[in-house]
């Protein structure tokens, strides 16, 4: 079986980099990152990644970074790790300074032209972990892909290096969730006569959204649940309105409902329950239940025809083919005045019903079910 690799920084990632110098020059500067001792521990033990350290460090060994300086908290560094069962298998340090263009500072690879064009290692299935858009770019240039160390990869465009991006966080819980238990994507196409409609969704996103159905007021509902939640939702949907609403509303409930239940996967470590949320004058409870038996108990009456350009006999419709299609439980209850406040405030229940039902944990990666099966 071929190797997969860690590509680690170390300043930023490993140890928080030391602000004004950025140089971690003395014992009183070491401070390691939040949650990387346990987290690197749990991928070390449970993982088969070889670790390998790829740090520039610029100038060491000269007036302006001496070598006595830099040994004394590196290796303590490196002892404290070892503590905790972290063992780095290479360690790549390059002393240039920027302005050399050294063939051997990263992104660059020459200090690591033993993993390249090597049978023995699988880069395709390695990362590059760094908290620098040229560890991203590190990770482009040998094949492999990124996980970068901040909240978001807008620092990424100008280079083009989002496409390379597997993850952008701050937390290493993330991280090791990610490694371990891998990306809750989905896609789903549904082509019918009536409507064309594409689905995409990342349950460990950042909330963000880019959803048109042609019904302006349905996108804004739609919206709230990937804000709410926190997943990355992608709606893109061609419906016969030329007809009326009723196919576009009904075939994307179903769409993202069959998103939801392929990103849950194994539902392995999920929290599975979720429920929320109070909005303004409304009170609106969004219970629900990844159970794998689709049931709906609906509680709310609207007086309106519509709300902007949506059928209010819709709303129960859309969510009883969303029950259906994730193979979900839902029990929604909703009282108030405002008829768009309660609709909006279900939607939002619902988002927030979700971020807690689909939350993971790595450390308790059992299934939810004295039966044994969801």
């Known amino acids: ?17 030391p602000p004004v110098d950025y140089q971690l020059d003395s014992l009183e500067k070491l401070e390691f990152y939040p949650k990387v001792f346990r987290n690197l521990s749990f991928i070390r033990s449970k993982l088969d990644f070889e670790f390998v350290m790829v740090t520039n460090q610029d100038g060491l060994g000269t007036a302006s970074f001496p070598e006595e300086t830099f040994w004394p908290a590196h290796n303590l560094m490196l002892k404290t790790l070892e503590g905790e ?3 780095f298998d290479d360690i790549l340090i390059d002393r240039s300074m920027p302005a050399d263009n050294a063939p051997t500072r990263k992104p660059r690879t020459g ?17 590059v972990i760094g908290d620098r858009a040229t560890d991203v770019e590190l990770a482009r240039n040998l094949g492999c892909r990124a996980i970068f160390l901040q909240d978001s990869t807008e620092s990424l465009r100008e280079k083009g290096l989002e496409e390379v991006c597997a993850l952008a966080t701050t937390n290493w819980d993330r991280i090791a969730e990610f490694l371990f238990a891998g990306e809750r994507k989905a896609e789903v196409r549904r082509t019918t006569k009536e409507t064309d409609i594409a689905v995409s969704l990342n349950l ?10 042609g019904l302006g007021f349905f996108d804004h509902m739609l919206e709230q649940i990937g804000k709410h939640s926190g997943m990355d939702l992608t709606i893109n949907v061609k419906g016969d309105l030329e007809v009326d609403e009723h196919h576009t509303i009904e075939d ?7 998103c939801l239940y392929q990103a849950l996967g194994s539902k392995r470590g999920i929290e599975r329950y979720g429920y929320a949320l109070p909005m303004d004058d409304c009170l609106c409870q969004v219970c629900l239940d990844f159970g794998g038996r689709p049931w709906l108990v609906w509680d709310a009456e609207f007086h309106r025809e519509k709300i902007g350009e949506m059928p209010t006999e819709m709303f129960l419709h859309f969510f009883k083919s969303l029950s259906d299609a994730a193979r979900m439980n839902l029990n929604i209850k909703a009282e108030g005045q405002n008829e768009h406040h309660k609709i909006e405030g279900i939607f939002k229940a619902l988002a927030r019903a979700l971020k807690m039902a689909i939350r993971r944990d790595i450390y308790n990666f059992e299934l939810p079910s004295s039966k044994g099966v969801l």
């Open 85 to 87: 069962g972290i063992v």
């Open 204 to 213: 460990d996103g950042h909330g963000n959204c880019n959803i048109t159905t």
């Open 111 to 127: 200090m690591l032209t033993a993993y390249l064009n090597n049978d023995d290692y699988d880069l395709a299935g390695s990362f």
């Open 252 to 258: 994307t409930a179903i769409a993202l409902g069959d």
């Open 1 to 17: 079986m071929k190797k997969k690799v860690l590509f680690i920084d170390r300043d930023g990632t490993l140890v928080v980099e």
